[in-house]
Every structure is written in C-alpha cells, then in structure tokens.
C-alpha cells in the first residue's frame, strides 16, 4: 500500500477519466468503485447510483477518482510528473495524454480533463545535474525551447 493516494476531484466523469487512464498506463487496474446511496445523493445533489469514487492504480501507483460536483477544478499548481524510459515512451505518453487537451511548454501537458502532466525522460535530470554548469546551462536552455521534451537533442546540447 502506498503512503499517500492522491485524490482527483472531478465533476462527474471520474469514470471516463480512469479508465483512459488506465488504457494508458501499464500495469493499471480498478480496485473499486463506490457509488451514490439515496443518503449521499440527497446531501450531496449527486444521482443516487452514479459513481461516487473509483480506487484505481497507475503503474502501481494508488489514486481515487472523486465525482464530486463542479466547485473545484484542476489547476497547473499539483501535476503528476510521468518518468519516461525512452523517447518512444515519451512521445506514446504525450500523445495518448494530450489528446483532446492542452500541449504546453518544457514537458508539460494538460489532458481533456484538465490534469496537468509532466513527461519527462528519465536522463534529464542527469543532464541538468551535469559537472559542467555550462552544459548544463545549454541543457536548460534547450528545454525551455521545447514543448514536447526530445532526448537527442538534449544530449547535444
């Protein structure tokens, strides 16, 4: 078990929005759903039977899915940051997340949902770390010209 699940508020499509993602990510999985009785549907204007909640995993990482109402909405400020082995991995990552969403700058994307993701390429931080500041200058510079992150051209920087 995880230490922490994070919890992704929705408006009602929490079921939609798991099971893209588990279309998505290996390893992914629906552990349960919850769904609205006549008590929480009245106290909460919610249908009595829709979905309440989905426990799911992503690559074995635990979340829950919440179908709580309209007054909260995704933001930039919390992103969930997906670690890529290789290019093919982040350009299928980027892809898949972003359609129907937002492609934004240095790795960053918003999904239909409105979840903000980082795909990243595990050797960036290697990069970015490097001994030599001025390399690892170049390779900051590079990536902030970049939406989609590239590994090659991040090397040869």
């Given at each position: 078990?995880?230490?922490?699940?994070?919890c992704l508020w929705?408006?009602?499509?929490?079921e939609e929005a798991v099971q893209f993602y588990a279309s998505i990510f290996k390893n992914s999985k629906i552990n349960s759903v919850s769904r609205y009785d006549k008590a929480s549907a009245e106290v909460s204007g919610r249908p009595q039977g829709s979905v309440m909640a989905i426990g799911f995993e992503l690559d074995g990482q635990?979340?829950?899915?919440?179908?709580g109402g309209p007054m909260f909405t995704f933001t930039p400020a919390i992103s969930f940051?997906?670690?890529c082995q290789n290019q093919a991995e982040v350009d299928e990552?980027?892809?898949k997340l972003s359609a129907g969403g937002e492609k934004e700058s240095c790795g960053w994307l918003?999904?239909?949902?409105?979840v903000s993701w980082q795909i990243v390429p595990n050797v960036?931080?290697?990069?970015?770390?490097?001994k030599?500041?001025?390399?690892?200058?170049?390779?900051?510079?590079?990536?902030?010209k970049m939406t989609k992150l590239d590994i090659e051209t991040l090397k040869q920087a």
């Open positions: 078990m995880n230490k922490f699940t994070p929705f408006d009602s499509e929490a635990a979340f829950l899915a919440l179908n940051i997906a670690n990552l980027w892809e918003r999904d239909k949902y409105g960036l931080e290697e990069l970015l770390l490097d030599d500041p001025a390399k690892a200058g170049r390779v900051m510079q590079a990536l902030l």
